[in-house]
T-cell receptor, first 111, second 115 residues
Framework: QKEVEQDPGPLSVPEGAIVSLNCTYS??????FMWYRQYSRKGPELLMY????GNKEDGRFTAQVDKSSKYISLFIRDSQPSDSATYLC???????????FGTGTSLTVIP | GAGVSQSPRYKVAKRGQDVALRCDPI?????LFWYQQALGQGPEFLTY????????KSGLPSDRFFAERPEGSVSTLKIQRTQQEDSAVYLC?????????????FGPGTRLTVL
């Protein structure tokens, strides 16, 4: 079993829809939780960075962390065609040197 | 300012050949990471440098993989006697601070195809 599980999709939604992306994990030592966006043939770019449990909002993006359930989510409001990409969750331990990534969810927003 | 750059962007190698992949991190970034991303998968950690010191190489899949960062800036990932299972995108990331807590800025990757 991988440390981080993420549904690969693909996910296809109409423009303006609310998108929900999720990851589960098994390592209770994870303290930092991140969401990256990766366009085709590009490197991942950081969208959201959260420490421990709680919610964080940035424009149309909201990240939620529920450490008791070992479950994190990314919500995208008013989705746009430019949001079409692969979304990767990533996690790290307090004293770790590496990020642990999910497999990524492929999202297409249809105009 | 310039981001993380990697070269070559694409590399085709015959099985058994040696390859060298280069990463130029953001100037002044202390930490440098290498990841391997197979098709349809998320990045998998290979190794980590803090300045010129390789502090973690637990993700290197075999002794055919070797990485160095001799002057604490540019890094090279070398794969000896390439195998078909080495085909993947190799991503480099750098971070301003030490350890795995700072934001990691990724390069575009080198797509390696082993025939």
């Amino acid at each position: 079993q991988k440390e981080v599980e993420q549904d690969p999709g693909p996910l296809s939604v109409p423009e303006g829809a609310i998108v929900s992306l999720n990851c589960t994990y098994s390592n209770s030592a994870f303290q930092y939780f991140m969401w990256y966006r990766q366009y085709s043939r590009k490197g991942p770019e950081l969208l959201m960075y959260t420490y421990s449990s709680g919610n964080k909002e940035d424009g149309r993006f909201t990240a939620q962390v529920d450490k008791s359930s070992k479950y994190i989510s990314l919500f995208i409001r008013d989705s746009q065609p430019s949001d079409s990409a692969t979304y990767l969750c990533a996690m790290s331990e307090m004293t770790g040197n590496q990020f642990y990534f999910g497999t990524g969810t492929s999202l297409t927003v249809i105009p | 300012g310039a981001g993380v750059s990697q070269s070559p962007r694409y590399k085709v190698a015959k099985r058994g050949q040696d390859v060298a992949l280069r990463c130029d991190p953001i100037s002044g970034h202390v930490s440098l990471f290498w990841y391997q991303q197979a098709l349809g998968q998320g990045p998998e950690f290979l190794t980590y440098f803090q300045n010129e010191a390789q502090l973690d190489k637990s993700g290197l899949p075999s002794d055919r993989f070797f990485a160095e960062r001799p002057e604490g800036s540019v890094s090279t990932l070398k794969i000896q006697r390439t195998q078909q299972e080495d085909s993947a995108v190799y991503l480099c990331a750098s971070s301003l601070i030490g350890g795995g807590l700072g934001e990691q800025f990724f390069g575009p990757g080198t797509r390696l195809t082993v025939l």
